[in-house]
């Protein structure tokens, strides 16, 4: 019996997005609401996150946290620290909650910060990350807002099968001859086009302009929840199957704490990565824990950075990893957040991330029309 590829293909591409349409949906739309979400959050705590600059010394960072830790009513376990004078330093404290509850929301005990103005010691203003638009926008597009064991791998592996359908799409989008492709790669509506054409043409020719862009999305969010995946473009970017080293050094419990720890880290770390942007500091929990400081040279893109590691009770530099030193799979992986959200072309890519997600929030709708509109005419022939 001869099996016809090309109407396989296209029974597989039908039943794939039946099933997965509703997840691939929440998806985009959710990616399409985060894109912007630096530029709107900005406008709206202007209050909380931007100060008048001064040109006076800041607080040291220790006692700035002891005023955030009691506003928290909580140890702060990171804080973020602008080089920019005109922004207050965020102080956040995150808890976990019942790792085996339903909803994201159950696994999450607290989640909020604090910020401060680093001349003054005053409190700007707070946010509770745990209902923040924004962050159930994220959640919603990492594990549709359920126990992150669960949602997880359901959203990792429905982007995967999309990634199939967009293959399957361009395959099923192939015009056959010429006069086929006029109407591949433009609309070429008139006054009496029905809408069932327009809305054929709307999933085929958007789908396609933007197919590149939406692929590049689609498989870096796989990288994310996909452990042998993230390892595949690994080996294939480094061109090695040996794992890149991760050094893990511990604090020193045996020594007599100083006074200021963390400022001496601090401006240890301001001192051997005087060009970063911001300064990212994860506290430690535990005794043998260390003080963990990025130096993040861009202004909103996270890859171009240096970790140094301090230990908690003397300040002391005890390892340093440097973005330049990285090979070329860790490097991919370190940019794989500012490609798949488009920072990392600044505001052109995020932009077309914008875009792409849109149109790929339409794919499962006009695909389920375009579906429904030939089973409709099916039952009134039959």
């Known amino acids: 019996m001869r099996v016809n590829i090309k109407k396989l293909i296209k029974k597989t591409h039908l039943w794939l997005g039946l099933a997965t ?20 959050s900005d406008i709206y705590y202007k209050d909380t996150f931007f100060i008048a600059p001064q040109s006076t ?51 999450v005990k607290t989640y909020k910060s604090v910020f401060i103005n680093p001349y ?4 700007t203003g707070n946010i509770n990350y745990k209902y923040n638009f924004f962050i159930i926008v994220e959640m919603l597009h990492y594990c549709l807002l359920i126990n992150r064991q669960i949602g997880e791998p359901i959203v990792a592996y429905s982007t995967l099968i999309f990634v199939f359908m967009l293959i399957t799409g361009i395959i099923l989008w192939w015009p056959k001859n010429k006069a086929a492709a006029k109407q591949r790669f433009w609309f070429r509506w008139k006054d009496t086009t029905k809408f069932k054409r327009k809305n054929y043409d ?12 939406t692929l590049i999305l689609a ?7 996909i452990q042998w995946f993230q390892a595949t473009v690994y080996v294939i970017a480094s061109q090695s199957i040996t794992p890149p080293e991760q050094i893990e050094k511990l604090s020193d419990t045996t020594l007599v704490s100083l006074k200021q720890p963390l400022d001496i880290a601090l401006n240890s770390a301001k001192i051997k990565i ?42 002391k530099q005890l390892h340093r990893s440097n973005y330049e030193n990285k090979n070329n799979g860790e490097k991919l992986i370190t940019m794989n957040y500012d490609i798949h959200t488009g920072i990392i072309l600044g505001l052109p890519g995020k932009i077309l991330a914008f875009l792409a997600s849109l149109v790929a929030a339409s794919l499962p709708i006009t695909g389920f029309m375009i579906w429904w509109g030939r089973k409709k005419k099916k039952t009134s022939v039959k």
């Open 57 to 107: 010394k800041t607080i040291a960072v220790t006692k700035l946290k002891e005023i955030a830790d009691k506003t928290l009513s909580a140890p702060s376990t990171s804080i973020t620290i602008y080089k920019e004078k005109n922004r207050a330093w965020e102080f956040m404290v995150y808890k976990s909650g019942d790792e085996d509850a339903n909803t994201w929301f159950g696994t």
């Open 274 to 315: 005087p060009d970063a942007n911001r300064y990212s500091l994860i506290l430690p929990k535990k005794r043998s824990d260390v003080i963990l400081i990025s130096g993040i040279r861009g202004e909103e893109a996270h890859y171009n950075s240096d970790k140094i590691q301090f230990d908690q009770y003397s300040g």
């Open 202 to 213: 709307v999933h085929n020719i958007l789908g396609f302009y933007t197919m590149f862009i």
């Open 21 to 40: 349409g509703i997840i691939v949906f929440i998806i985009s739309i959710t990616g399409c609401l985060f894109v912007f979400q630096k530029e709107i």
């Open 219 to 225: 498989l870096t969010g796989m990288i994310f929840s």
């Open 120 to 123: 003054t010691g005053a409190v």
